[in-house]
């Protein structure tokens, strides 16, 4: 059996980044950058007041005459000359000349003259030209996963449009005949497919497009028919009613399927398949619903992150222990927990059952904690490693 | 001014939770429960075999004979006799008179017999009927967000639909004669309206629908139009290039506006207005880029979940800061930060820059540090209060 590490390495060497295309800024959310986008111009493109107030020389002294008001959007057209002031508002252009600006509340005007119960010195309340950012610099690297706040950052760098990469399209498909959609009836000895509706939202929050192909039933041909779809990859889920996948290893086996492999030393999940299908990657999750998408968010999120050439983040961080846990087994353990937070220190807490068809306890965790191999048994408040669940 | 916490409660407060609608568990991602979801069944409905294995009888001895197979889907139909076994695979419903099952890797087959090394006791490898959940437990509360795993939970409770919050509608507009569009021609002294571009996703992400009214210029006529806006909340931005928000004031003061608060003791901030023209809730936030999607992260998404119903957590945590901070002044401050954790500890680091019109910054931090009016210097190592900016 493959180590969780091991099998999310040769996931994510099977993926190449996916080409690219341009976009409009406000479809751009949650897309991820193609090539760096550079700022074509200093932001902001001139001084600019920081205040409502008035822009002078710091050199002067005394009172000033106003020889004009520039709103922002309205820049004062002539030079400031000795003794000038002009009105200016938060936003506006520092007309030239000028090299400072006092405060609208440190004002006192009388008639087009204004005095001052302030000290200007040079940049005194003014932005400089390039201060957020200046042309040639990045505002979004390679890679980037684009948040509202990259989004408004690429707006104010004049971008309308941005190149991302495509975004890979992933093919669904459950399998078993003991499978049925919610609100349908049900078979006897039946249960209710749930896994794919979780993974459908999933799959669309790492970056990709889901393709639910629907349910399956146990039969070769269903199966095999697999082979003809068109997708970036393509995802099974279970096979479990006739011992795990092996279902899908002979139907699509008989249409070319290369494994690469098909268990990993962990727990929930086990049972996984990659490999590919012709050209397509395959990816084959476990039934149970816990594991299929535990398994999903270990081995799928990588290998949609591989294809839209994101860094693979370092998703683990670590928290305090709640409890105390056994040594570990063989494989590589995922308990299912809940974080607390004190003092600005994260502790998590294993819920009490494990098993790996408890989807109510699964949604109610926010985290998982990971235990390596023949791990130590742990006191409380050791230190454990964790994956966030959302 | 009003203090942060007082101008939040007065926003709350003016808001109630919309009606709801039912829409397919497989369009309600991130949407907002409106009623509580219970089961209607137990989950799994049957005792079912948590192995590919065999059903037995925990009080016989010796080999068995096999009658039967009942994959997953295909239950047997008769009722398990003494020294009988039924072949069961992960998820098979376990035969009536059977209270055991052993392992396939446990079993010698010869013929119809099997035989065992390893002993059954009663439940060995079968979960329980309701082992999930239970008929008329809740799964997904009134005010829950719905996840990906809510999601899966509702499907195995057999949802097809779920009532969720009507989304509310927020009207979104940038006044400001300076402001262009990204892409287009830029104005003399103007910049690119940039705050909308965050606030849009922001808005969704929050589960608001936002509809972009676009750029007004700094006219009474265009800002008293918005007073014929149809929705759940108006949101202007800025105004500040005639002083900040007097146009918006004045504008839609002449059409109705009954103004609860316009100043916050905050920064970013500061000048906010909060009342309602006519019927609708109006949120004036200021024209600074980081001053807006700061005060939008602290009032708008506040107001929003008050219209979806959903619980005001605590978004507030505690970090370590590193480095120093000096004693805080009026008003309460929101410090761009970045987060690192150290050991399963959070540190939170400010920015060295803290103006508000420097989106760069605000792109690449990931966290604020919120430090409360009149706060002491702090040395570093202190716990310090954070609000996640994604």
């Known amino acids: 059996m493959l180590s969780v590490e091991e099998a999310t390495q040769r996931i994510v060497a099977a993926f190449k980044p996916l080409g690219s295309e341009r976009v409009p800024l406000e479809d751009a959310i949650g897309r991820t950058m193609a090539a760096a986008a550079r700022a074509s111009a200093d932001q902001p493109p001139f001084p600019s007041s920081a205040m409502d107030g ?3 020389r710091s050199n002067d002294q005394g009172s000033r005459q106003i020889v004009g008001s520039a709103p922002a959007g309205h820049p004062f057209s002539g030079t400031l000359g000795a003794n000038q002031a002009v009105r200016l508002f938060t936003g506006s252009q520092v007309p030239d000349g000028a090299d400072a600006v006092l405060a ?3 004002a006192r005007v009388s008639g087009d003259m204004v005095e001052f119960h302030a000290e200007p010195f040079p940049g005194k309340f003014i ?3 390039g201060l957020d950012f200046r042309a040639g610099q990045v505002l979004a690297a390679e890679g980037t996963r684009l948040s509202a706040r990259d989004l408004a950052l690429l707006a104010a760098g004049d971008f309308s449009h941005v190149e991302v990469r495509r975004r890979p399209v992933i093919a669904l498909a459950a399998t078993g005949d003991e499978l049925s959609l919610p609100g ?3 078979k006897p000895g039946g249960i209710v497919a749930s896994s794919v ?6 799959i669309a929050q790492w970056g990709g497009l889901p393709r639910n192909l629907g349910i399956l039933p146990d039969k070769s041909e ?5 082979a003809e779809e068109e997708c970036d990859l393509l995802v099974t889920l279970g096979g479990a009613s006739v011992g795990d996948h092996d279902l899908v290893r002979t139907a699509l086996g008989a249409k070319g399927l290369a494994l690469d492999f098909w268990k990993i030393a962990m727990r929930p999940g086990k049972p996984l398949i990659f490999g590919r299908l012709r050209d397509t990657p395959l990816l084959g999750l476990p039934g149970n619903p816990v594991s299929s998408l535990v398994c999903a ?3 799928l999120r990588p290998a949609i992150w591989a294809m839209l050439g994101r860094e693979q983040k370092q998703m683990l961080r670590s928290a305090k222990l709640t409890g105390t846990l056994d040594a570990n087994g063989e494989r590589q353990d995922y308990l299912r927990a809940k974080s607390e937070w004190r003092d600005g220190v994260l502790w998590a807490k294993p819920l009490p059952a494990q098993d790996s068809s408890l989807l109510k306890d699964f949604s109610e965790a926010d985290l998982l904690i990971m235990r390596r191999p023949r791990a130590a048994a742990l006191q409380d408040g050791a230190t454990v490693e964790i994956l966030a669940l959302e």
Do not use: N, S, T
């Open 184 to 186: 349908r009836p049900r």
């Open 104 to 106: 609208q509340e440190d």
């Open 54 to 56: 008035y822009a002078v």
């Open 297 to 299: 968010l270990l081995f």
């Open 222 to 226: 269903a199966i095999a028919a697999l």
């Open 127 to 129: 932005r400089a030209k």
């Open 197 to 202: 509706y979780g993974l459908i939202p999933w």
